[in-house]
């Protein structure tokens, strides 16, 4: 039976989450939880100047509220540069490694030559057979110098656990760096220690990626470790086919939460971003992801980020949600939200509101009619709802039948205006698109009656009345009666 795995996401905190990083964080956790693994969390924070802390913070946040527990603290690669750098001297020890003195001049002149040529740039190695002399001299005068590797002879061959078998000749893999003249260690060499030290047995990451493995390889074969098997994730395109970014409306993790996004929808989503579960299906709750995942499901074709199906998923997901449920996260979202309202209210207002909107920002947003009369009425819809004094006729006949019922629920509401309709000879429609604009001032919302019902006689009546006196609008003047004579 084989072992359990143990899988690692490791971002650099050089900016906040985002969608691809969630998605192979997503991919990572999945993996392992359905096979009883490790999940595992390591910020590669080397590149001081770029790191920041509260991208750190928004890191944590962001996988927390994703619901993407990992096991154990967070692993901190700056932490951990004894250990990278004393693999470095092994290296050297080893005559796996070497010194290298070429100035940044002479690199760059390497680089036009091969440009001229027409051929694709590898260092020269001009310094992987320095004497012991030479290299002692260049040590005297204290002149500055990286290590590189030093690539053996033939060729390097893993199987992917999306791209297949891929195979590169170790000529194609020039002597690369593994510390630099600062004395820090490079990505290459750092992920291949770090990774062998936690026992990492699978390494899931972006196919940007695909390029570095051939070369940690080596590094993990110079050194005598166990190498992981690789799964290297499709890139995730923008509506332009271009690598997603902010211009695509793709933002950190922290936004969508910001936006009203539900987790478990953005999972969701995110797992259908290259996964294919081979079905129909498209809704999917995490334990369902859990049950259903498999890494060899995972196409090769890069996935094309759409942000009207992620709307759409999540208005799937928020209508099989409570309205306690969305009322806790509206809470988290924003406290202050109808904090003097009725909380029984509170939460049928988002019963009926779950199931029409897309995202809580939108029923924050778009609920206002529920807790207050409307001040101004859509110009359009007036125009078109409310065009004359024929309109205010009926809107009079049905406020004062209103005035008149025993029972006001829906039924009621509903039989009394399509009565009124008939007998005068109108569609429903027409009085029913009138009598929404003046209970809400919108030309859309939930059914008409509902929100009738449950705002009560008092306030419907009182909102017919005053959008008698504002309808038609100044600039749609009342049709005027001829004066006598």
């Given amino acids: 039976m084989a072992a359990a795995p143990r899988v690692r996401f490791a971002p650099s905190p050089t900016g906040e989450l985002h ?23 390591r910020i590669e924070d080397t590149d001081v100047k770029r790191s920041k802390r509260q991208y750190v913070d928004q890191m944590f946040d962001g996988l927390k509220w994703l619901n993407l527990d990992w096991d154990g603290p967070a692993v901190f690669q700056s932490g951990r540069s004894e250990f990278h750098l004393d693999t470095v001297q092994k290296l050297l020890t080893e005559g796996n490694a070497y010194r290298c003195f070429c100035t940044v001049e002479e690199l760059k002149k390497e680089r036009e030559k091969a440009a001229r040529s027409g051929e694709g740039y590898g260092y020269s190695g001009k310094c992987r057979n320095l004497t012991v002399e030479k290299i002692q ?100 395109l923008g509506p332009d086919k271009r690598r997603l970014s902010k211009r695509h409306g793709a933002l950190g993790v922290h936004e969508f939460r910001k936006m009203g996004y539900l987790p478990n929808a953005l999972l969701n989503y995110l797992a259908l971003l290259g996964w294919n579960p081979d079905t129909e299906q498209e809704v999917f709750e995490p334990s ?44 988290d979202m924003a406290p202050e939200w109808r904090a003097n309202v009725d909380k029984d209210y509170l939460l049928n207002v988002l019963d009926v509101q779950k199931k029409r909107l897309k995202t809580l920002l939108e029923i924050m947003e778009n609920s206002d009619f529920f807790f207050v009369d409307p001040s101004v009425y859509d110009e359009k819809t007036a125009r078109k709802r409310w065009k004359d004094r024929s309109t205010s006729e009926l809107i009079t006949s049905y406020a004062e039948r209103l005035t008149q019922l ?62 008698l006196r504002k309808l038609p609008s100044s600039s749609h003047p009342r049709q005027e009666e001829p004066s006598a004579g």
């Avoid at 090769?300 to 969305?326: C, F, I, P, T």
């Avoid at 809400?440 to 008409?448: A, E, I, Q, R």
């Fill in 288 to 331: 369902e992801l859990m049950e259903t995942f498999r890494l060899e499901q995972i196409q090769k074709k890069a996935a094309v980020y759409d942000e009207k199906k992620l709307k759409w998923m999540n208005g799937q997901h928020m209508a099989g949600r409570s309205a306690a449920d969305l009322w806790e996260r509206i809470q």
């Fill in 137 to 236: 001299l260049r040590l005297n005068r204290a002149d500055p110098f990286c290590f590189r590797i030093r690539i053996p002879e033939g060729e390097v061959a893993f199987h992917d656990r999306i791209y297949g078998l891929i195979t590169v000749s170790n000529r194609e893999i020039d002597d690369f760096i593994i510390q630099r003249t600062d004395g820090t260690p490079t990505y290459n060499m750092t992920v291949v220690v770090d990774d062998s030290d936690m026992k990492i047995t699978h390494v899931v990451r972006g196919d940007d990626h695909l390029t570095n493995t051939p070369k940690q390889i080596v590094i993990y074969q110079l050194l005598g470790r166990s190498t992981p098997e690789f799964a290297h994730l499709p890139m995730i």
């Fill in 406 to 467: 025993e029972e006001w629920d829906q039924e009621t509401l509903e039989s009394e205006l399509r009565q009124l309709a008939a007998e005068r000879g109108v569609k429903s429609s027409s009085l029913i698109h009138a009598a929404r604009l003046a209970m809400t001032g919108v030309p859309k919302g939930p059914s008409l009656f509902l929100l009738m019902e449950m705002l009560g006689s008092e306030t419907c009546i009182r909102r017919l009345e005053t959008a």
């Fill in 19 to 41: 969608l691809g990083g969630a998605r192979t964080a997503l991919f990572n956790y999945l993996f392992a939880r359905q096979s009883g693994g490790k999940f595992y969390l």
